[in-house]
């Protein structure tokens, strides 16, 4: 447990303040330097990355089920069709299965320099009290950051679910509303968590940064009361990590999904940079505007976490100005379900449609739960299939989404 002396705003300014010459003594590690994230050399590094959606904190859509279900709702949806030991087993596979060695070495050679990865709590931290850091999450983050050590990609660490939520959507496996704001106890567990995970990989060089929260507080709950909870727990967060890692970076996005970045106001220390997503909207210079503006009033970087979901022309276009007006990028997802907007589709299985038709029925009651539901032999094939086909071998790769990404389909794929 962090103590509260540490979850103060004013220490937590102080003690990144002490700590910030400690923090530029860190050998290997990408650091800020004004507007810039730039390499143990001293060059500027440009990020180009994917992000590795669906692995650790799967959404329906990206499985074509109902696209408003979370991951607690997903495995609601199995354990119903096949039960609880076996969508336990499934769940282990899938994290075996989605992401591997060979994943991350396709990810280098199709020219992209780095990854964000998005995970949930509650694969790191026992459910229930006193709530001890441990989980299947941290054997499954050690494999990935080795891998990325060895392939030469840097990985940003993306809490897309918080203890209680901090988005009260689909995407933080929460229940409807930010309680991560409301509650002491969810917000100092999110603490204890990311201090412990800064503690592991304190010393690892293929770790850019440590993306606090993924777009914190959805526009449609009350601002007045929410957005100003925002910045000072930050300060609180980066207090506890910088009590054991002074040296990697820290992430920050704004409030309204990671696009209103000016509920932030920096400066939150040294070797801090900001983040925004951008979706629906024109690739034009009046997109990107704000986000500019910010970075060059405080002098610090800014880097798009997401964007993407759209024809390969805006991602082209999009990724231009970006380029051009030196913003590192990371599009969203590396995987999804028979998509030709992301970078490998995965085969949907056969059966599924019966799976995916039970996703979205209505099932408050225990016989709501076999009605409709395919039969559990089939409904468990299709679960096979699809551990099956997530594995890279069984993917196709979509070339032309590299090309608008400026990258290259690696020979063979």
Request: aromatic share 12%.
């Amino acid at each position: 447990m962090i103590p509260r002396s540490l979850a103060t705003a004013g220490l937590a300014l102080f003690m990144a303040a002490a700590l910030g010459a400690r923090a530029a003594e860190s050998p290997g590690l990408v650091q800020v330097r004004g507007t810039q994230f730039v390499l143990p050399s001293g060059s500027p590094l440009l990020l180009k990355g994917i992000n590795l959606g669906n692995w650790l904190l799967p959404e329906g859509y990206m499985f074509k089920l109902d696209d408003d279900l979370g991951p607690w709702q997903i495995d609601q949806v199995i354990r119903e069709l096949v039960g609880d030991f076996r969508a336990a087993e499934f769940w282990e596979r899938w994290r075996q299965n989605y992401i591997t060695r060979e994943d991350i070495r396709l990810i280098r050679n199709s020219g992209f320099n780095s990854v964000r990865i998005p995970f949930d709590w509650r694969l790191f931290v026992e459910q229930r009290p006193p709530y001890r850091m441990e989980g299947p999450g941290w054997s499954v983050m050690a494999n990935v950051i080795g891998w990325c050590h060895e392939e030469g990609v840097y990985a940003i660490l993306d809490m897309h679910a918080a203890p209680g939520g901090q988005t009260g959507m689909n995407i933080d496996d929460s229940y409807g509303r930010p309680f991560l704001f409301d509650d002491p106890a969810a917000q100092e567990l999110t603490i204890r968590l990311w201090t412990e995970i800064a503690r592991r990989f304190a010393g690892e060089n293929a770790v850019l940064g440590y993306n606090l929260l993924n777009e914190p507080m959805a526009d449609f709950f009350d601002e007045k009361a929410y957005f100003p909870r925002l910045e000072p727990f930050f300060r609180r967060v980066i207090a506890g990590i910088r009590t054991v890692d002074p040296g990697h970076i820290i992430i920050l996005g704004g409030a309204r999904w990671d696009k209103d970045i000016d509920t932030l106001h920096p400066p939150h220390g040294p070797n801090v940079a900001y983040t925004f997503h951008l979706y629906d909207k024109p690739a034009a210079m009046a997109s990107l505007k704000p986000y500019l503006d910010f970075r060059s009033r405080y002098g610090v970087p800014v880097w798009l976490g997401e964007s993407g979901e759209a024809d390969n022309s805006w991602i082209r276009a999009f990724r231009e100005l970006l380029e051009a007006n030196s913003v590192g990028w990371c599009f969203w997802p590396y995987k999804k379900m028979e998509a030709t907007t992301c970078v490998a589709s995965v085969p949907e299985p056969a059966g599924w449609k019966a799976v995916s038709a039970f996703s979205v029925a209505v099932r408050t009651h225990y016989a709501d739960m076999r009605k409709g539901a395919p039969p559990q032999a089939q409904a468990q094939a299709a679960l096979d299939e699809l551990l099956a086909n997530v594995r890279l071998e069984k993917c196709r790769i979509n070339g032309e989404y590299l090309r608008a990404l400026g990258l290259a389909q690696p020979p063979g794929r």
